[in-house]
T-cell receptor, first 113, second 110 residues
Framework: DGGITQSPKYLFRKEGQNVTLSCEQN?????MYWYRQDPGQGLRLIYY???????QKGDIAEGYSVSREKKESFPLTVTSAQKNPTAFYLC????????????FGPGTRLTVL | RKEVEQDPGPFNVPEGATVAFNCTYS??????FFWYRQDCRKEPKLLMS???SGNEDGRFTAQLNRASQYISLLIRDSKLSDSATYLC???????????FGTGTKLQVIP
């Protein structure tokens, strides 16, 4: 089955700790995205990558970092610099070229204690 | 003005009713449009793409009005299972990221 996987589903961390969220896809998609969703709000773009070894900041990149060393993988690190990290994090991918629908992973719900 | 705007609702409708949502977008260069459905605490899933000529999928009809810069979603014969948040999505040519609306919440009541 082709799809996007994210792990873990739930994550708890203490303030001041960095944490990395995993995102893997086997759809052979070129583009991958990270979004953040807060209760009752829409999706906000954190980072996106159109090709391996390249990525761009989205609207709310501060306090986050990413890498794209492999086409299949796009991990997101939430650093201690992110002031309000508790949220639902969604990874998505699409075939690129600007016209295609995005497919989402099941999300990771991060809670900072 | 937001790039993509939706009425947040909630829209509370009885089973069997017809309901319509609109979504306006600000960039006239927008090229592709989608409706996604998001259930509570789940990821968004593609409901349907929106084509210039309009398109229908069972009880769902999507339309695009480029002159007025909005897209619409019509749901006929609403089912309890249609209860969800519906996200409007707009994509800009040559700018490979999408913009999501904040969603319209639909609650179908027995």
């Amino acid at each position: 089955d082709g799809g996007i996987t994210q792990s873990p589903k739930y994550l708890f961390r203490k303030e001041g700790q960095n944490v990395t969220l995993s995102c893997e896809q086997n759809l052979n998609h070129d583009a991958m995205y990270w979004y953040r969703q807060d209760p009752g709000q829409g999706l906000r773009l954190i980072y996106y990558s159109q090709i391996v070894n390249d990525f761009q900041k989205g609207d709310i990149a501060e306090g986050y970092s990413v890498s794209r060393e492999k086409k299949e993988s796009f991990p997101l690190t939430v650093t201690s610099a992110q002031k309000n990290p508790t949220a639902f994090y969604l990874c998505a991918s699409d075939a690129g070229q600007g016209y295609n629908e995005q497919f989402f992973g099941p999300g990771t719900r991060l809670t900072v204690l | 003005r937001k790039e993509v705007e939706q009425d947040p609702g909630p829209f509370n409708v009885p089973e069997g009713a017809t309901v319509a949502f609109n979504c306006t977008y600000s960039n006239s260069a927008s090229q592709s449009f989608f409706w996604y459905r998001q259930d509570c605490r789940k990821e968004p899933k593609l409901l349907m793409s929106v084509y210039s000529s309009g398109n229908e999928d069972g009880r769902f009809t999507a339309q695009l009005n480029r002159a007025s810069q909005y897209i619409s979603l019509l749901i006929r014969d609403s089912k309890l299972s249609d209860s969800a948040t519906y996200l409007c999505v707009v994509n800009y040519e040559g700018y490979q990221k999408v913009t999501f609306g904040t969603g319209t919440k639909l609650q179908v009541i027995p």
